[in-house]
């Protein structure tokens, strides 16, 4: 049982140090997919945090030109 536990937990180590060495290898190449996506991702919420911070003057402005 213990051999059983022992072999299960250095493939779980493994396969650990496979997935780390993939996104290490991924985020350090630029023209990566996973860098595109977040680099993406970035921007989005960029443009989110832009759009909100313009939201507010947008209606004040049509709330003056009503009244």
Do not use: C, Y
């Amino acid at each position: 049982m213990i051999e059983f536990i022992l072999a299960a937990v250095i493939v779980i180590a493994f396969i650990l140090f496979g997935v780390l060495i993939f996104i290490w290898i991924q985020i350090n190449s630029s023209d990566s997919r996973l860098v595109r996506i977040i680099e993406n991702r970035i921007r989005l919420n960029n443009i989110h945090f832009d759009i909100d911070r313009i939201k507010p003057l947008v209606i004040e402005e049509v709330q003056e030109d009503i009244i």
